[in-house]
């Protein structure tokens, strides 16, 4: 079988699908083998959360050329707003079957990355400061990125109506940053606009970026040695039980990615220089007679504002994001299952968790076609989606989403998946 | 179900391949980019105590006994000194009529001379030996001393019809007389003791360029002249139109002598120089009278003589209603003046007078539409042609504790110096003067609204012309401005942004 699927944020839909390979990713129990070896290839498993409203509102055409039109975005906004980014790219998956045992090896290349940004920042780069005098402005934005390589190895066993699993994985970091802590706060004094901008903020890096004076930031190539194994090592478990209540109902439940990587390569933190006051040109030492020099106040500013280099740690614990979750398949007919996901979503990163909802269905269109539609409640979000299952023969070709409203216009079209590979059996 | 299955497929099919490419988007929408920025443009915050002492040696601010602000306007430091007044005595010839000779010290200045201190000059004396034997020849002065015994020296021995030249220094040599003379004594000595003249037709003596590094004596009356000097009051230069009025102005002469004998203070003129370009003469028995100047009472000391002229000996208040631009002063030092010859002075060749005439204002008065103007260079941030500035505000606070208002206007002028713009509105920007009763400070907003043209011309100014015109907080009330007074001030603007 080969498989191809799109899906939403950390989707559910294509771990729900029939005889899907990749489920075991989710939830290790569910591994419904019965062939001697399963083998897959290349699955990649992508998604893109965007927090703000939705970008087809703020992007226009004129003639042959596309217009961003940000002001269309900035009142959609939050208090906080977000870029997520998760990839798993999994290279090859190799399992079989023993009696009642399965057991299978894989490696992965994994990504949780991060970007959050306060409305006040676009605020202020979009409007100015001019309408928020005597207003603090807080316009930290936040990032975490997480980039790993991840070899593991799955074990389930089939008690009869309850299946127990477990993915042990090794990883490695390659790279790492995140911002820490503190925020950059900006305050227009209404009496002549004096700007004060205190800045606590505060950043780490680990075989990530340098940050060079100036506001130069080189980020760090990942070399094949980066990715080598050996580096930056930590240990994450998946684990899974699913229980087969009859022979159309059965209930799971599954915890993914609990662990974390302890890195020690390259660690840098660097932070913002505290409060500064710009004031404009100061004229008491020569208000009459030496005119005013705008360009040396701007360098003051920029030099006051610049981060440094501080006190590191030697080494980070990072720990993964990790998800919780139960659920249940309900199989209506030869042509009709139903799915249900309940799950939690947590986040390392500032420590925020969200709910999320999947229900899905699958019909038969042909006998070797399903279709899925599916409903999910992700971030604050409804989402609507479609899948195609495909299984010409050995392999299993997948196409998901949860989330048609990409493509159809709405304020809610904030995220988007991608989820494909290719699996046969023999 | 087959066709609800076939329609589905359709749509799945139409969601995966139907996206807008949007790596295709070539900028964002800078049409309706158009933020609002408001930033400080300058500070700066003007307290007198700071600025004490810190214009020029001429003009300076100081903060007098009560904490009050005082103008300081000084002339130049005029020294006197004693090279100046006495005079080296050059020569002093004489001859050998007898044994001693007693010959007159002819001191060009009316001086009775007790002790002196010789800094220089020679004594010479010129001869022939008339004994057919060799002889030493003895000089005996009794008015002079070496290290404290008459000066008594021999010399030779001088051979049969040999030539008699002897030259001594005088320098550190004192002198003690009674009277204007000294005696010169000058003997030959021959090998049996026998002591004689040298004959009177063939000595000849002198004592030349004799110069004095201290002496002691009564000094008669004589007028020195001192100093004469022109002070530039510039606090009034700039006057326009308005008044201003100091309450308590004071010229001050500073005095510091170390002549040892009774000195006067003798002003022959000071008068004040008006920006009507009248000449006003300041009155006071201290102006035709003169003062008298300390002296000290042993040398290498300095006595300090610090003169007023107030309104209370004067007519000063009257004299600085009148806007001066200058003052102008002529003095002269009378020696002795009382020719009081019980007195014994003393003076050395580092004696001197020094003298400096202050104007002193304090800052304690009154002032109504006092107009002042300076002529600055300008230059508005450059926008680099990277966007444009629309309709935007200049924002203007201050904060004053300073019992002064003021309403200022800068125009703007362009590189010919014409006038393009003004800078605050037509009616320029008041600053509230600050009433003690009313607290700490007082603040004053102003915001001053312009045009996209008018920044744009603003940008091509190279000057700003600025007038400003101060009155005392209820005027005529008289106000006094301290040492701890200051203005704060600062300037913003706030615009919209285009073509960015």
Redesign the interface.
Same mark, same amino acid.
């Given at each position: 079988m080969a498989s191809s699927a799109?899906f939403g944020q950390i989707g559910l839909s294509p771990f729900t699908a029939p005889n899907a390979l990749q489920g075991f990713r989710l939830n290790p129990a569910r591994t419904n083998f019965d062939k001697k070896l399963y083998v897959g290839l290349g699955h990649f498993n992508t998604d893109f959360y965007n927090s703000a409203g939705d970008?087809?509102n703020a992007?226009?055409r004129e003639g042959d050329?596309? &217009?961003?039109? !940000?002001?269309e975005l900035v009142g959609d906004l939050e208090e906080q707003n977000s870029l997520a980014n998760n990839v798993e790219f999994m290279s090859l998956y190799v399992g079989t079957s023993v009696n009642r045992w399965r057991f299978g090896l894989y490696h992965s290349f994994r990504l949780q990355a991060e970007v959050r940004y306060p409305r006040d920042l676009v605020e202020l780069?979009?409007?100015?400061? %001019?309408?928020y005098?005597g207003e603090e402005l807080s316009i930290a934005p936040g990032g975490f990125y997480n980039a790993w390589n991840q070899i593991g190895a799955h074990i389930a066993y089939d008690f009869g109506k309850i299946q127990l699993g477990l993915n042990l994985n090794r990883n490695f970091g390659a790279s790492y940053g995140e911002t820490e802590s503190g925020d950059i706060s900006v305050y227009?004094d209404p009496? &002549?606009? *004096? !700007?004060t901008v205190n800045n606590t903020h505060q950043v780490i890096s680990s075989s990530f970026f340098t940050y060079e004076e100036d506001y130069t930031v080189d980020v760090e190539e990942n070399a094949w040695r980066q990715w080598a194994f050996g580096r930056n090592g930590g240990w994450s478990l998946d684990l899974g039980l699913n229980f087969q209540v009859n022979e159309k109902l059965s209930l799971h439940g599954f915890l993914r990615d609990l662990g974390s990587i302890t890195y020690d390569e390259n660690i840098r933190r660097y932070g913002g220089q505290g409060e500064f006051i710009?004031?404009?040109?100061?004229? *008491?030492d020569g208000?009459?007679?030496q %005119?005013?020099d705008?360009d040396v106040n701007l360098d003051t500013i920029i030099t006051e504002l610049d981060y440094q280099e501080i006190q590191a740690p030697s080494e980070k614990e990072v720990s993964l994001h990790a998800t919780y979750g139960i659920g249940a398949d309900y199989l209506l007919n030869e042509k009709n299952r139903f799915s249900l996901i309940l799950s939690q979503y947590h986040s390392s990163f500032q420590d925020r968790s969200f709910e999320m909802l999947h229900l899905g269905w699958h %019909?038969r269109?042909l006998k070797w076609m399903w279709?899925n539609?599916n409903y999910s409640y992700k971030f604050d979000r409804h989402n609507i989606g /479609? %899948? /195609?299952t495909l299984n010409p023969g050995p392999f299993q070709f997948m196409?998901y989403?949860d989330n /048609?409203f990409?493509?159809f216009p709405n304020e809610q079209g904030q995220q988007t998946a991608l989820f494909g590979g290719m699996s046969f059996t023999l | 179900m087959r066709i609800l299955l076939t329609v589905a497929l359709f749509v799945t099919l139409f969601v995966f391949f139907a996206c807008e490419d949007y790596r295709d988007i070539n900028d964002f929408d800078r049409s309706d980019y158009r933020p609002e920025f408001a930033v400080p443009l300058a500070t700066g915050e003007f307290e007198f105590s700071e600025i004490i002492g810190q214009t020029s040696s001429e003009s300076y601010l100081e903060v007098n006994e009560d904490g009050q602000v005082v103008f300081v306007f000084s002339g130049d430091v005029a020294r006197q000194g004693s090279l100046d007044i006495f005079n080296e005595i050059q020569l002093i010839p004489f001859v050998a009529q007898d044994s001693c000779n007693v010959i007159p010290i002819p001191l060009t200045n009316e001086i009775l001379l007790d002790y002196a201190v010789l800094s220089g000059g020679s004594m010479s004396i010129l001869s022939r030996n008339p004994y057919a034997e060799p002889i030493m020849v003895e000089l005996y002065l009794p008015e002079l001393r070496v290290d404290g015994e008459e000066y008594l020296r021999e010399f030779g021995p001088f051979a049969p019809d040999e030539s008699i030249t002897i030259d001594q220094p005088l320098e550190g040599i004192e002198l003690i007389l009674g009277k204007e003379e000294m005696t010169i004594c000058v003997t030959a000595i021959l090998p049996d003791g026998t002591r004689d003249r040298l004959p009177s037709d063939n000595t000849f003596g002198a004592l030349r360029n004799m110069t004095f590094s201290y002496i002691e004596g009564y000094w008669d009356y004589e007028v020195i002249p001192m100093d004469e000097d022109t002070i530039e009051i510039e606090v009034f230069e700039t006057l326009r139109r308005g008044d201003m009025f100091f309450e308590e102005p004071v010229v001050t002469v500073n005095l510091e002598n170390s002549f040892g004998f009774p000195v006067r203070a003798d002003i022959r003129a000071l008068e004040m120089y008006t920006i009507t370009g009248d000449t006003f003469e300041i009155e006071s028995p201290f102006v035709e009278n003169g003062f008298d100047i300390e002296y000290p009472q042993n040398n290498g000391e300095f006595e300090n003589t610090i003169f007023q002229f107030t309104k209370d000996n004067s007519n000063l208040p009257t004299a600085t209603s009148i806007k001066p631009l200058a003052l102008y002063y002529d003095m002269y030092a009378i020696a002795n003046p009382d020719r009081d010859t019980s007195i014994t002075g003393f003076m050395s060749d580092s004696s001197e007078i020094i003298v400096r005439v202050d104007v002193r204002l304090p800052l304690k008065g009154r002032a109504s539409e006092f107009e002042a103007r300076d002529t600055v260079d300008f230059q508005v941030p450059e926008t680099d042609g990277s966007y444009d500035i629309e309709d935007g505000e200049l924002k203007l606070y201050f904060e004053n504790s300073i019992p002064v208002g003021l309403t200022v206007q800068g125009y703007l002028w362009d590189e010919n110096n014409q006038v393009i713009d003004s800078l605050f509105g037509q009616d320029g920007i008041t600053v509230v003067g600050h009433d003690a009763a009313t607290g700490a400070f007082t603040t004053t907003d102003a915001i001053v609204p312009f045009t996209q043209e008018q920044f744009d011309l603003w940008e091509s100014a190279e000057k700003v012309h600025i007038v400003a015109r101060f009155t005392s907080v209820n005027y005529p009330d008289i106000v006094t401005i301290r040492g701890d007074d200051k203005m704060r001030f600062g300037m913003g603007i706030k615009a919209e942004l285009s073509n960015l």
């Open positions: 799109t970008v087809t992007v226009s050329k596309l &217009f961003l039109d !940000i002001g780069i979009w409007n100015g400061n %001019g309408p005098v227009t009496d &002549f606009y *004096e !700007i710009y004031d404009g040109a100061q004229l *008491e208000l009459l007679d %005119g005013i705008y %019909g269109l279709l539609a /479609l %899948g /195609l196409l989403t /048609l990409v493509v | -």
